[in-house]
C-alpha cells in the first residue's frame, strides 16, 4: 500500500502538471515563451529604432504581426521560436548608429541563421560571447557579420563553441590579429569566409580539420606563410580563394588531391614555381587566377590537360618560354590572359579555334611573327583582344581592314613610332639599287620629252 507520503507526492506532482498544461493551452497561438519574447525585445530595443518593438509587435510571431527580418518555426512544445534575425539591409531592421554587438542572440536557443549586414557603421563594436556555458548547447548554423566597417578587433576564440556552425562569414569587417586555431575546431563548417579583413599571422595548420569544407575565402588580408600542406586533406572544397596576401613558397603538392575544387584564386601573393606536376588531376576546376605572383617559371604544359577551364589568368607573373600548344585544347576556355610576361616565339594558331574564347590578352611580351587569326575571329573578339607592346608581331596585310585594332601594325608597314610591329615578310633586298633609280630617271625625261613635241605639234597651223 502506498503510504500517505506517497500519495501526497503524487497529488502536488498532478497538481502542478495541470497547471502547467493549462498555462501553455492558455498562450495565444504562435507565441514565444516568455524567457524568449523578453531576449528578443531587448535585442531589438538595442539594435533598432524603427519601431517601438514592444508596443508595435507584441507578438512577434503571429501571423500578419510579424516583424520585418525575422522567421520563427513551431516546436513540440507547442511554442514558437525564433529562427533566424536579418539586420541592417532592407526590408530588414535598419541599425541604430549606436548599435553594439548584441551578445544575447546565442542565448536563443532556437536560433539557427543571423545576418547582420552594413549594421555596425559608426560606434566601434566588437563581438562579445557571454559566458560558454550559456551557449554550449548553441542550434547556431550560420552567423554572418559582412560589410560592418566599425566592427574591430580580434575574432574570438570563444567562437569555437558553437558546435552547429555551418557557415561561417566574417567578410568585409575590421576585423585585426590572427586566425584563431579555434575556428578549425568547428567540424560542420562547410563555408569559412573571413575576407577583406586586416588578418595576420599565418594559415594555421590546423586548417585540415575541416573535413567537410566546401568553400574558404582568406582574400584580401595580410596573411603571411606558405599555404599549408594540410590544404590537401579538405577533399570536399570546390572554391578556394587565398588571394591578395604575402603568402610564399610554392603551391603545395597537395593541391592534386582536391577533386572537387572549381574556382582557385591565388592571385596577388609571393608564390614561386614551380607547379605541382599533378595539377592536371583538378578536372573539375574551371576558373585558375594566378595574376602576379613572382613565379619565373615557363608556362606549365599541364594546365592545357584541364579540360572544364573557363577562365585562367596568369598575368604579371614572369613566365618564360614559348605558349603551350596543349592550351589551344582548352575548348571550354572563355577568357585567358597572359599579359606581362616573358613569353616568346609565334602564337600558337590554334587559339583561333576556340570556340568559345572571348577575352584574349597577350600584350606585353616577346611574341613574335604574323598574327595567326583571320578577320572573323578579329572582329569577334574585338576590344577584347590586345596583343599590344610585342614588338616582333604584326598582322595579314589581308586582315588590315577587319577594322579591329589589335595593337599591332600591319606587316611590312613602319610605324615605329606607334610601338607597332616592324616585321618585313619579304626576303628581297629591300633598298633599291643605284642603277634602278637612273633607270626610271632617264624613262621620266624621255616621257616629258615626248609630251613637249606632241603639245608643241598640237599648237602648228594646219
Not at 117 to 139: D, E, G, H, K
Not at 378 to 401: Q, T, V, W
Not at 449 to 461: I, K, Q, S, V, Y
Request: glycine content about 6%.
Amino acid at each position: 500500500m502506498l503510504s500517505s507520503l506517497s500519495v501526497a507526492r503524487f497529488l502536488l506532482f498532478l497538481l502542478i502538471f495541470l497547471a502547467l498544461r493549462r498555462h501553455v493551452n492558455s498562450q495565444p497561438p504562435n507565441s514565444l515563451p516568455p524567457s524568449e519574447s523578453e531576449t528578443l525585445f531587448t535585442i531589438m530595443d538595442s539594435m533598432s529604432s524603427d519601431h517601438q518593438w514592444r508596443l508595435s509587435y507584441p507578438n512577434p510571431c503571429a501571423p500578419g504581426s510579424s516583424w520585418p527580418g525575422i522567421e520563427c518555426k513551431s516546436g513540440p512544445d507547442r511554442f514558437c521560436h525564433v529562427s533566424r534575425l536579418d539586420f541592417g539591409s532592407p526590408p530588414n531592421p535598419s541599425c541604430r548608429s549606436s548599435a553594439s554587438f548584441p551578445r544575447l542572440i546565442f542565448s536563443l536557443p532556437h536560433l539557427h541563421s543571423v545576418f547582420f549586414f552594413n549594421c555596425f557603421t559608426r560606434s566601434r563594436t566588437s563581438i562579445v560571447f557571454p559566458l560558454a556555458r550559456l551557449f554550449f548547447n548553441s542550434s547556431l548554423q550560420q552567423l554572418s557579420l559582412r560589410s560592418n566597417p566599425s566592427l574591430i578587433g580580434s575574432i574570438p576564440p570563444g567562437i569555437s563553441s558553437l558546435k552547429s556552425l555551418k557557415i561561417l562569414t566574417l567578410s568585409q569587417n575590421q576585423f585585426t590579429g590572427k586566425i584563431p586555431t579555434g575556428i578549425f575546431q568547428l567540424s560542420n563548417l562547410v563555408h569559412l569566409d573571413l575576407s577583406y579583413n586586416t588578418l595576420t599571422g599565418i594559415i594555421p595548420l590546423q586548417l585540415g580539420n575541416l573535413k567537410n569544407l566546401e568553400g574558404l575565402d582568406l582574400s584580401y588580408n595580410s596573411l603571411v606563410g606558405s599555404i599549408p600542406a594540410t590544404i590537401s586533406d579538405l577533399g570536399l572544397l570546390q572554391k578556394l580563394d587565398l588571394s591578395s596576401n604575402s603568402l610564399f613558397g610554392a603551391i603545395p603538392d597537395g593541391v592534386e588531391m582536391l577533386h572537387s575544387l572549381s574556382f582557385m584564386a591565388l592571385s596577388n601573393n609571393k608564390l614561386r614555381g614551380p607547379f605541382p606536376k599533378g595539377i592536371s588531376k583538378l578536372q573539375n576546376l574551371q576558373y585558375f587566377i594566378m595574376d602576379d605572383n613572382p613565379m619565373f617559371v615557363p608556362l606549365p604544359a599541364e594546365l592545357g590537360f584541364l579540360a572544364r577551364l573557363q577562365e585562367l589568368r596568369l598575368a604579371n607573373s614572369g613566365y618564360s618560354g614559348n605558349i603551350p600548344e596543349s592550351y589551344t585544347k582548352l575548348m571550354n576556355l572563355s577568357s585567358l590572359s597572359l599579359s606581362n610576361n616573358r613569353l616568346t616565339g609565334e602564337i600558337p594558331s590554334g587559339f583561333g579555334s576556340m570556340p568559345h574564347i572571348f577575352h584574349l590578352n597577350l600584350s606585353r611580351n616577346m611574341l613574335m611573327g604574323v598574327v595567326p587569326f583571320d578577320s572573323s575571329f578579329l572582329r569577334r573578339l574585338g576590344k577584347n583582344l590586345d596583343l599590344s607592346a610585342n614588338s616582333g608581331l604584326c598582322l595579314d596585310p589581308a586582315d588590315e581592314f577587319s577594322l579591329v585594332k589589335t595593337g599591332v601594325d600591319v606587316c611590312g608597314r613602319n610605324n615605329s613610332g606607334r610601338g607597332g610591329s616592324l616585321i618585313h615578310p619579304s626576303k628581297k633586298s629591300e633598298a633599291p639599287s643605284t642603277n634602278h633609280y637612273r633607270f626610271c630617271f632617264c624613262v621620266a625625261l624621255l616621257f616629258q620629252f615626248a609630251l613637249f613635241l606632241g603639245l608643241h605639234n598640237n599648237r602648228l597651223p594646219l
